[in-house]
């Protein structure tokens, strides 16, 4: 099983601030199956981006997916108040699975 | 507009099963799998297992291969997940959620509320 794991754990940033997601896979994943969740306490996760870089119906521009093989990103390019959120990758390959999660906080 | 709507809380034994109900609406329910997903308390998300709701063929992790049942009834456009031999570690919260494709992507782009289940002698 392809094991994803996520760096930081949390990040604590300022509304206005850009911020920078990482997930590495322990094996190379396409990029046409890796995804990205954002999730707020007592919501289900939300569809950001799939594809690696293609955003979901209705996510703003300031998300953006980037990456290939090991290595993937989630860029927040200027960090709204609602933005703030744990933010989850996926590989959806036979068996998908997903990263434990970066919390984006409030600094 | 769609939506997947879970049956409600439940509080078990160890030892015993529970199943958890997942009612579609809004779409075709037989054009898009299904996928199960868990959320332990504070942790982060685990993929169970997808059922086609056409053909009623499955794909379950390995973890739950010998533990999880998913079902389908598509004349009432429902989904359900059953869960066996339950332990402390099986608390969490149960989500469905609908492959983004007809057909499949694997990836999610509908999820219902989630069912609660706890495990407590």
């Known amino acids: 099983d392809i094991v994803l794991t996520q760096s930081p754990g949390t990040l604590s940033l300022s509304p206005g601030e850009r911020a920078t997601l990482s997930c590495r896979a322990s094996?190379?994943?396409?990029?046409?199956?890796f995804a990205w969740y954002q999730q707020k306490p007592g919501q289900a996760p939300r569809l950001l981006i799939y594809?690696?870089?293609s955003r979901a119906t209705g996510i703003p521009d300031r998300f953006s997916g980037s990456g290939s093989g090991t290595d993937f990103t989630l860029t927040i390019s200027r960090l709204e108040p609602e933005d703030f959120a744990v933010y989850y990758c996926q590989q959806y390959g036979s068996s998908p699975s997903f990263g434990q999660g970066t919390k984006v906080e409030i600094k | 507009q769609v939506q997947l709507v879970q049956s409600g809380a439940e509080v078990k034994k160890p030892g015993a099963s529970v199943k958890v109900s997942c009612k579609a609406s809004g779409y075709t329910f037989t054009a898009y799998f299904i996928h199960w997903v868990r959320q332990a308390p504070g942790q982060g998300l685990e993929w169970m297992g997808w059922i086609n709701p056409n053909s009623g063929g499955t794909n379950y992790a390995q973890k739950f291969q010998d533990r999880v049942t998913l079902t389908r009834d598509t004349a009432i456009s429902t989904a359900s997940m059953e869960l066996r031999r339950l332990t402390s570690d099986d608390t969490a919260v149960y989500y469905c959620?609908?492959?983004?494709?007809?057909?499949?992507?694997?990836?999610?782009?509908?999820w219902g509320q989630g069912t609660l289940v706890t495990v407590s002698s």
């Open positions: 594809g690696a870089s």
């Open positions: 959620a609908r492959d983004a494709d007809s057909g499949y992507s694997g990836y999610e782009d509908y």
């Open positions: 094996q190379s994943v396409s990029s046409s199956y």
